[in-house]
């Protein structure tokens, strides 16, 4: 141990820190990755969060997903006898939820058991379970009629459990832990990416603008597992690349190729748009303020209707109170009055919704505005999920705001989870077969094992250290990226061929410490003729070759800096030897 240099101790050391950064160590703790928690659930607001390890789930622990399975189907959640009582009569039935929704007393959807027992929408509610309607709200009702169960769940997070009351769903997805830190890229992983252009030429500041609006979007739409970056081609073009992990091209092209403009107008007046200076808030997660509010059939299928409510900046509620001052009461529904306008919604040019407004706001600069919009389905649940969806984007352009510029689609590509796969196992045959070509050749210049083993040593040092730094600067690896470091590889190679070249060169006249600067001379030229090189693929294809780019630069110069060094010293080793 004496004879190892200071050299090769500080390559152990790095070798021992990529170990330590690449590896998951909450793989060996056992348990469940923790991928997604409800952001209305019981467990979100217990304080379980994505990214913890689901441990034990009621006592039983969770290694597997069979366990999870097996442990979600112990909760039992008792159903209970629900009496509605509503202006059309009185309704009785076993379940462990209400099966309807309400909006200002009269039912709205009805689905499962409420459904069968005959419970109809647009029915007025009265009592649920002797429980007046008009002493208390609906959601109070619902939350003391409705089945609980307590659960108990650990995670690493800490030592007690987490403890709360839920019905059927705990509102948790989980997935295996992966056994190491290593972000795959979207060739590897699945998914759809997209180069996209703005309409006109923009600044950098304009660009970062950009890009941060499009990156709230998708926060705020729930979407997870999505970059976007800029990139520059050789011509000083300016893109935006959009990787989303699990994507279709449908999805990332319905995200992006719409500017997402929405507009309320009274006639041709502008009254508010989407984003933060016209709009307060926005209603998501509250069911008394965003919900489906019925569904019913019509030719060729069914529809929901959907509304939420949003609040108006002063500015805005002022500019609805002077156009509307102006306007005339011609419009009656019953003993509901209207104005002789209406409140039309916009999105993106088209018109989307037209609403009444009510003669009671003529001239008053109201802040509390409902929002309605409606989905369609060949069925009740498609309808359902159709509206659901609907109010989510535009509850997320309403929060974020228009795109600043309209952006045009100039490339999409989508890569399927299977293909991903395919292309993992076919990198590690090529990855395996580099490495037993590597070694035959040379074998076969040296004829001698105790030339090829640190050789192959140091190949696998490169390849360990590539990857623990681009894990730890948050690098995703995908198939350039790949490339990138068996093309380091290489170079390696070549760079340990020359320095045993020289080593082994017969001239009296110079020592092996001549020799290797001769030999490191050779290489630091190599490596910057290499880098040089780069340059112009950090830009090509406009980014889509960056990360060859990168994980070439890191690999020569991790073999620059520590690895040719060590081998280096390890050859004056095998020489006294």
Sequence with gaps: MKKLTWKIWLLIAFLLMSIAVIVNWDYFSGGLLIRDVSSNSYAKQAGISSGDILLEINGNKISTLADYANAIGEIRVDEKLMIIETDKGTFSYNSSTLDFNVNNKTITLVYGNAEKAGLKENFSLIKINNKDIENTTFESIKLEV???????????????????????????????????????????????????????????????????????????????????????DLSGKKYIIIEMAGATPNEIQDLVSKQGKFEAKIGQEVIFVGGRNDITFVARDDPSKARIESCYAVDGGELCKFSFEIHLSETAAKRQANITAGLSENVSTGSNRYLNETLDLYLDDMLVDTLYISSDLKGQASTIISISGSGIGNTKQEAYQDATQNMRKLQTILITGSLPYKLEIIKLDTISPSLGSEFTKNILIVAIMAFVAVSIVIYLRYRKLKFFVPIFITMVSEVLLTIGLAVLIKWNLDLASIAGIITAIGTGVNDQIVMMDESVREDKNRGLKEKMKRAFTIIFAAYATLVASLLPLWWAGAGLLKGFAVTTFLGITIGVLITRPAFSDILKIMEKE
Excluded: H, W
Aim: glycine residues 6%.
């Design 146 to 232: 409705e089945s609980r169960v307590k659960v108990e769940i650990k995670t690493n997070k800490k030592k007690e459990p987490f403890i709360f009351l839920t019905g059927k769903e705990l509102g948790i997805i989980v997935t295996e832990v992966p056994t190491t830190k290593v972000k795959a890229g979207l060739d590897l992983q699945g998914g759809a990416r997209a180069m996209i252009v703005p309409e006109k030429e923009i600044d950098d500041k304009e660009m970062q603008n950009l890009i941060e609006v499009m990156q709230n979007r998708f926060n705020t739409y729930g979407i997870k597992d999505v970059t976007v970056r800029q990139a520059i």
